[in-house]
């Protein structure tokens, strides 16, 4: 059995933080590349940032650079993004999301097998 829960969102105003969280069970995060995703209502769904087994980041989109950081925690088996500098465009449903286990790489979304439920994020102006 494998869980993936978020959490973390909530309302921010414009230029505020938020820290959310992904914690694993069932598998350890450490061994997989672990994604960050998000939706708005009517847009697609999009990669927001990525943290492959060996470490390495990677930016899904060019418009949280300088803004958010991914990183991870192996001793409480919990991945997190943080947000900073928020802008209403950033209100989204976020999701957590963990690779297929054979390659630790950054992939498309596609690759995930495991997802959260999602955590809601709304940044007022």
């Known amino acids: 059995q494998v869980q993936v829960v978020e959490s973390g969102g909530g309302l921010v105003q414009a230029g505020g933080s938020l820290r959310l969280s992904c914690t694993a069970s069932?598998?350890?995060?450490?061994?997989?590349?672990m994604g960050w995703f998000r939706q708005a209502p009517g847009r697609e769904r999009e990669g927001v940032l990525c943290?492959?087994?060996?470490?390495?980041?990677?930016y899904y989109t060019d418009s949280v650079k300088g803004r958010f950081t991914i990183s991870r925690d192996n001793a409480k088996n919990t991945v997190y993004l943080q947000m900073n500098s928020l802008k209403p465009e950033d209100t989204a449903m976020y999701y957590c999301?963990?690779?297929?286990?054979?390659?630790?790489?950054?992939?498309?979304?596609?690759?995930?097998?495991?997802w959260g439920q999602g955590t809601q994020v709304t940044v007022s102006s």
């Open positions: 999301a963990a690779k297929s286990w054979y390659t630790g790489s950054c992939g498309t979304p596609e690759q995930y097998n495991y």
């Open positions: 069932g598998l350890t995060v450490g061994d997989f590349a």
């Open positions: 943290i492959s087994r060996g470490g390495l980041r990677l």
